[in-house]
């Protein structure tokens, strides 16, 4: 009869523990001081101009986390990628051979608030020193590209060099923040503003609405989470158009009593408004779908979904990316 107790007990313990659930829809962090996870990134990305495939490339990195102190505040992390720059031109300049670098991989310690997930690094300058070095070392690699390829080469590092050139920025450290970053209702969207959104870096933009929801996957256990961010540009066009007639009317003002002369601002103001926005039409959207178990306290996937499109003067450029993390924990 104790051994079967026993027995018992030994199975009932092994189930908890086997069993521990982690919060799947809330904003709380689950991490643990000496959590570690890979991530494996494919990043794929398609250009087209009026149709016609003009730019595609295809990345794979990989990157490791670990988890180095908590405290009531934050967390510190150990984040260690491979060196991105390289990586990016190595991919789209088959000459440069990236084991010979000697910048292959390299680190920072970032600083995660629990409250606003958002990070920091706390060891920039090392991090600025290295990115800097990559780049004088694949600038020097200038006589293996061929001589129809320098300047394209030349103008990739460039911006490259300047992409790379924060330590407190990573946009998969990002996608990962974005499952802490919302709350998850099963089956029942919420609806936000985010003003920060802002795909074209436009002048007066009222950012994006970003819808949040969660769907139970085939099994009880997982949660596939979404966070999608749509636009309005229309409305942004119609903005655009009453500041023009607000300012067409300020300046019209400045002649009192010459009707002639206002009516020619204003009216001359406000149609060349009416062409610009008649010959531009942007597009963009935004999907994240992230995978998450009840007895794992990271996500196991994110799958990001990007679209823009510009159409102006009779051409269209549209610029489809894709985004597949998967974590090992």
Not at 287 to 297: G, P
Request: with cysteine; charged share 25%; proline share 3%.
């Amino acid at each position: 009869m104790k051994n079967i107790l026993v027995i018992s007990l030994i199975i009932s313990l092994f189930y908890n523990c086997q069993s521990q659930n982690y919060p799947v829809t809330s904003s709380e962090i689950s991490w643990e001081k000496g959590d570690q996870v890979q991530l494996n990134l494919v990043l794929s990305q398609a250009k087209t101009v009026n149709g016609i495939e003009d730019e595609k490339y295809f990345i794979k990195r990989s990157f490791e986390i670990e988890v180095l102190e908590e405290n009531d505040s934050s967390f510190v992390l150990n984040f260690e990628e491979e060196n991105p720059m390289l990586v990016n031109i190595s991919a789209k300049f088959s000459s440069i051979n990236p084991d010979k670098s000697s910048y292959q991989r390299f680190a920072r310690k970032l600083v995660i608030n629990k409250d606003s997930k958002e990070f920091n690094c706390i060891n920039s300058e090392e991090y600025a020193e290295i990115i800097q070095k990559s780049y004088e070392e694949l600038k020097m690699s200038l006589d293996l590209i061929p001589d129809s390829q320098k300047t394209e080469f030349l103008d990739e590092l460039e911006g490259q060099n300047k992409n790379y050139k924060s330590a407190d920025e990573s946009e998969v450290l990002d996608l990962v923040l974005a499952r802490y970053r919302h709350d998850f209702k099963v089956d029942d969207p919420t609806v936000k503003i985010d003003s920060s959104a802002n795909p074209f870096n436009l002048q007066r933009f009222p950012g994006g609405k970003v819808t949040t929801y969660a769907i139970k996957g085939e099994s009880s256990r997982n949660y596939n989470l979404h966070v999608n961010t749509s636009y309005d540009f229309e409305s942004y066009k119609g903005m655009l158009s009453n500041l023009t007639s607000g300012l067409s009317n300020a300046m019209s003002g400045l002649m009192p009593g010459d009707e002639a002369a206002e009516n020619d601002i204003g009216g001359m103001m406000n149609q060349m408004m009416s062409q610009l926005m008649a010959q531009i039409d942007f597009d963009a959207s935004n999907e994240i779908v992230i995978t998450q178990s009840n007895h794992k306290k990271w996500p196991t996937e994110i799958m990001a979904l990007n679209a823009i499109s510009i159409k102006q003067a009779g051409k269209t450029e549209k610029v489809n990316g894709s985004a597949l993390i998967e974590i090992n924990q």
